[in-house]
């Protein structure tokens, strides 16, 4: 975030926590190759990062944390209105981005799909609906996903809803109160897992309202650690910290998965969320944490339409092990330079034109 010295004081943007920045970014980084490996192992239990997809509520508890940090002390003189525009240039030039190239990806993929299958109504319709965040999972080549053209924006959606009742409810709540919808929220996040076996919904029609658990949960309680100021002090830098994370992304699969998956999700991100908050990168790491933080929302929301061709490619060509470890490595590199190109030359300029606009207004970027 970058401060506006024209704002007044409680208007100024606050500064980063460079090791949470970088979390985030190695969060995105395993999304991304647990969605390559989903095509490779239809059996997640037979997956490296078969709990990769848990870096979904990582977020979710990391945004809880962060709006609270932002805001709670300036929405009241910013304003309801005025904050839903500041989340609004934030989220959503990635959100028309990832669409544009999903749907460019379901029309032109070299290696399969059947777009000719669907009308032009249909498709333009699925798009509307993906640049809007209105789920519409209508798309049987895109696995009825609530957003076809975009996948991950099923998390976008409820980031949205949690960003609302934030402004209306959320950041007016005492504390006490607050706590009590935390509970609450954890024991639907057990319920869901219990019984769904696991904590991967969220995305699909018939799991929509798992997605609604999760973000409760985690939101809620990256909120309350704020509030409740339960930051962990420690010499833990963040290569040690991010070795913590990734762990969470490779714990093996058992017959307790129901009982390991809201566990991490309940106590484990929550503490590394404090100890990354009181943690200091060194000046070799701040850099890379940096960058990791700016690249990590434009490769979660851009990457995806990558993944429907490579499944397709996979599919038909069955790669051999060696052949598939070097085209998922530079596939993932090549989506980190996509991403970095998509945030400098698009996503950066859109927020900047558009948060200047709220400037004359004596708003601040976001």
């Not at 970058?2 to 409680?10: G, L, R, S, V």
């Not at 990769?52 to 809880?64: P, R």
């Not at 070299?110 to 249909?122: D, E, I, N, V």
């Amino acid at each position: 975030m970058q401060e506006n010295n024209t704002a007044p004081p409680i208007l100024q943007t606050k500064q980063h926590f460079d090791i949470l920045d970088g979390l985030r970014g190695v969060a995105a980084l395993a999304v991304v190759v647990f969605h390559f490996m989903e095509w490779v192992f239809i059996d997640a239990s037979k997956n490296f990062i078969g709990h990769g997809f848990l870096a979904v509520d990582f977020f979710f508890c990391l945004s809880g944390f962060v709006i609270g940090y932002a805001y709670d002390d300036r929405i009241a003189p910013l304003g309801v209105w005025e904050f839903f525009k500041a989340r609004i240039i934030r989220l959503h030039p990635l959100v028309v981005a990832g669409s544009v190239l999903g749907l460019l990806a379901f029309l032109f993929d070299p290696f399969g799909g059947h777009p000719q299958l669907y009308s032009t109504g249909k498709i333009l319709l699925t798009f509307l609906c993906s640049v809007l965040l209105i789920p519409l999972p209508v798309i049987a080549d895109r696995g009825f996903n609530l957003f076809s053209f975009n996948a991950p924006s099923w998390s976008l959606f409820w980031e949205y809803i949690a960003n609302i009742a934030y402004a209306l409810v959320l950041c007016r709540l005492k504390r006490g109160y607050l706590l009590l919808l935390t509970l609450l929220s954890a024991a639907a996040i057990c319920f869901v897992s219990y019984h769904s076996g696991n904590l991967l919904g969220g995305w699909s029609g018939p799991t929509f309202w798992d997605g609604s658990a999760r973000i409760s949960y985690s939101f809620l309680a990256g909120l309350l650690i704020y509030r409740s100021n339960l930051i962990i002090k420690s010499k833990m830098g963040f290569t040690g910290i991010a070795l913590l994370l990734f762990l969470a992304f490779i714990v093996p699969f058992s017959k307790w998965n129901w009982l390991v998956e809201p566990s991490i999700v309940l106590f484990y991100f929550p503490l590394l969320i404090a100890l990354g908050a009181g943690a200091t990168s060194k000046p070799l790491f701040k850099t890379t944490c940096v960058f990791l933080g700016k690249i990590s929302y434009p490769l979660y929301m851009t990457h995806y339409a990558a993944l429907w061709m490579f499944g397709n490619y996979y599919i038909s060509h069955k790669p051999g092990t060696i052949q598939l470890a070097f085209i998922v490595s530079a596939a993932v590199v090549m989506l980190v330079a996509i991403a970095y190109l998509v945030m400098v030359i698009y996503d950066e300029p859109v927020r900047k034109f558009l948060s200047h606009r709220r400037t004359k207004k004596g708003c601040i970027q976001d």
